[in-house]
């Protein structure tokens, strides 16, 4: 059965430093792997996806995440942290089916000034 | 992309009453999904949703408990029935759509069963 594990609860970073959200998948064939944000009161935004090709992907927000097979992760990144983006972050799935998610438990960034 | 919207945006409700939640999308789409996300839990899938056809349940979920309807391309609704404050959850409507099969999502409905 597809799922993914996000091992931390919460990340803490400080403005302007890297942070690095976790994410380890297990699938049967092909993954399809996701990160979405939900900023608090506000539905889920779609951050970017791995479907195939480049490991390094780019997504909105000046987020990327970084597809490692061997590892089979896909860590969310971003250079430098803002406060703004503090928000509680979704790595996801695709169902064997293709065509529902299957969504961690969630990793709570928090980024201070 | 797509906007969604969902109505009510939150309600509190008395226990053993039903609740129908409303989704509408600014686009016609042929895959709706909705999920529950719990106090302080991730998203879990209740069904998928196709015009034309029975919902899909997941594994947990009944339609006599979770009643939906697809009547069109853009529409959906979502019964929560003989409500506990099991139920208690926030409730969201998600489609699939766009060049690259994204999935967006609607803001949510805020459920207290009391």
């Known amino acids: 059965a597809q799922s993914v594990a996000q091992p931390e609860d919460q990340v803490n970073v400080a403005e302007g430093n890297p942070l690095t959200v976790k994410c380890t998948y297990s699938v049967s064939g092909n993954p399809y792997l996701f990160w979405y944000v939900q900023y608090p009161n506000r539905g889920l935004q779609f951050l970017l996806k791995?479907?195939?090709?480049?490991?390094l992907v780019k997504g909105s927000y000046g987020f990327e995440a970084e597809f490692n097979k061997s590892q089979t992760s896909f860590h969310l990144k971003k250079p430098s942290a803002l406060v703004s983006d503090s928000a509680l972050y979704f790595c996801a799935v695709y169902n064997q089916a293709g065509t529902a998610l299957i969504f961690g438990k969630g990793t709570t960034l928090s980024v201070s000034s | 992309s797509a906007v969604i919207s969902q109505k009510p945006s939150r309600d509190i409700c008395q226990r053993g009453t039903s609740l129908t939640i409303q989704c509408q999308v600014d686009?016609?789409?042929?895959?709706m999904f909705w999920y529950r996300q719990q106090p302080g839990q991730s998203l879990t899938l209740i069904a998928t949703?196709?015009?034309?056809?029975?919902?899909?349940?997941e594994s947990g979920f009944v339609i006599d408990k979770f009643p939906i309807s697809r009547p069109n391309l853009t529409f959906s609704t979502l019964t929560v029935s003989n409500m506990s404050p099991e139920d208690s959850s926030i409730y969201l409507c998600s489609v699939e759509t766009g060049p690259l099969n994204e999935q967006f999502f609607g803001p949510g409905t805020r459920l207290t069963v009391l």
């Open positions: 791995y479907i195939t090709g480049d490991n």
């Open positions: 686009s016609q789409v042929t895959m």
């Open positions: 949703a196709n015009q034309g056809s029975e919902a899909t349940y």
